[in-house]
């Protein structure tokens, strides 16, 4: 949808690309500025990109 | 007199003014993360092989300048690129650094314990003669336990106050 790559959108939140991986397979649980940074790049609620899980 | 001082300073100026193109052509070859990261590994290798080249010629001076240039090099570097800590990589580090203290902190008290005990015991055979130094040992251990809880205590204490806890409650 928006055509970003790992290593451009890493470099857009100010982040690692190995930080983007480890969010997007699970593994790290990105603090509060960085959720709400991804959600102003991408124009969505913080909600609509990570789904909370009692897990 | 006057002119020696003149040519001093303005030696200074020239190093000050090659130490600032470095760094900005550094700025401009590091603009992102990967790039720091792999000057990060060159810069430790050369000063591994200074190091190196040090220790064959015995020179201390050699080894300290080349380690303490190579430090600030890498500290203006990552202020000029404006490289922040990944906050992944902080939370790695901290979990790391924990980890580090419940394994480093008991290890080494028990270790002093166990170094102390038969000289204070009054077992005579580590009072003298080749096991007198379990004592120096066990002293040095002891005290270097103490000297990391104390650093624990006071860097509890600071970032306990800066992130809003501290005795402020109601």
């Known amino acids: 949808m928006h055509n970003l790559t790992q290593e451009q959108l890493a470099d857009k939140i100010g982040v690692s690309r190995q930080t983007v991986i480890a969010i997007e397979s699970d593994k790290y649980l990105p603090s509060l500025g960085l959720a709400f940074k991804m959600a102003r790049l991408f124009k969505v609620k913080v909600e609509n990109i990570f789904i909370e899980n009692e897990n | ?170």
């Open chain 2, 1 to 170: 007199m006057g002119v020696d001082l003149v040519t001093i300073k303005n030696n200074r100026y020239t190093e000050l003014y090659i130490l600032d193109i470095m760094l900005t052509v550094c700025y401009i070859i590091i603009m992102n993360r990967k790039k720091y990261k792999q000057l990060r590994v060159i810069v430790a290798f050369f000063v591994a092989a200074i190091v190196a080249l040090a220790v064959m010629r015995n020179s201390y001076l050699l080894a300290v300048t080349g380690i303490s240039t190579g430090m600030v090099f890498m500290v203006l570097v990552r202020a000029k690129a404006k490289i922040r800590t990944d906050e992944r990589e902080a939370t790695v580090q901290e979990k790391a650094a924990r980890m580090t203290y419940a394994i480093f902190a008991p290890t080494i008290g028990i270790a002093a314990f166990l170094l102390l005990l038969p000289s204070k015991g009054g077992i005579d055979v580590f009072s003298k003669g080749e096991w007198l130094f379990t004592e120096s040992l066990g002293m040095v251990f002891a005290y270097l336990t103490l000297f990391l809880i104390a650093v624990y205590a006071i860097s509890y204490h600071f970032f306990n106050r800066k992130f809003g806890g501290g005795g402020n409650e109601e």
